[in-house]
């Protein structure tokens, strides 16, 4: 208990999943939390929860695609807390599609979302941690930006785009003590991998590949990006932390 007593942290996609898993453990262990989404209501109930637990937590609605929406989310925890410490870029959608029927406004919705956003929420919440004498910034990519196979092209993209703009940030940043770190998770009992789990051939296909023998869930991501976001961390950025129970090993 206790690893970000005090620290105010900005979680997008909080309303489900990893966000909801990072949101509820990042405030047991001390932090002020603004959850963000753009499912509201699933959202408050995650910012209930966490109130029930005796946390304190502010539930947001935020459009990551939207440079309005993150700026009045910057604005809004400022003024509620003072500062912001940690941001985790959560939120992500994948549609399912190779490149000859991938149309564009499914490219560009999904880039919008998984790598614009990523680029939005860095920009704005990096001023605010300059001033504020640093901070740590944990960016969620996935495996498939690293080895092929995946579903979606458009979501393998947009998940490569986020580790190389973690990369670069954290070269350009870490001058003004703004640790920069991406997480890499595998194959996800979530709500986004809903869908592919159902089917149980590529369940049954998925579980052969990974090392141990059993799916990964949300807090397994949870405690990575805890370790990033605390000062435990405070040595480490730049890097890239996979958390596939050995999917990519093989």
Known sequence: ??????????????????GASEAEIFAKEGAKVVAVDIQLNPLQEVVSRIKDSGGDAIALKLDVASEEDWQKVIETAVVAYGRIDILVNN????????????????????????????????????????????????????????????????????????????????????????RINTVFPGYISTPMNEKLFSNLEKREEILKQTVLPFLGEPEDIAYGVLYLASDEARFVTGTELVIDGGYTAK
Do not use: F, H, P
Request: net charge positive; hydrophobic share 40%; charged share 15%.
């Open 91 to 178: 939120a992500g959608i994948v549609i399912s599609n190779n490149i000859e029927n991938c149309n564009l406004d499914e490219w560009n919705k999904i880039q919008g979302i998984n790598s614009t956003g990523v680029y939005l929420g860095m920009k704005y919440a990096i001023s605010e941690m300059i001033k504020s004498g640093g901070g740590s910034i944990i960016n969620i990519s996935s495996i498939d930006s690293m080895v092929g196979g995946s579903s979606s092209v458009a979501y393998a993209a947009s998940k490569g785009a986020v580790r190389s703009i973690s990369r670069q940030t954290a070269i350009d940043y870490a001058k003004n003590n703004i």
């Open 1 to 18: 208990m206790g690893r970000l007593e005090g620290k105010i942290a900005i979680i997008t996609g909080a309303a489900s999943g990893q």
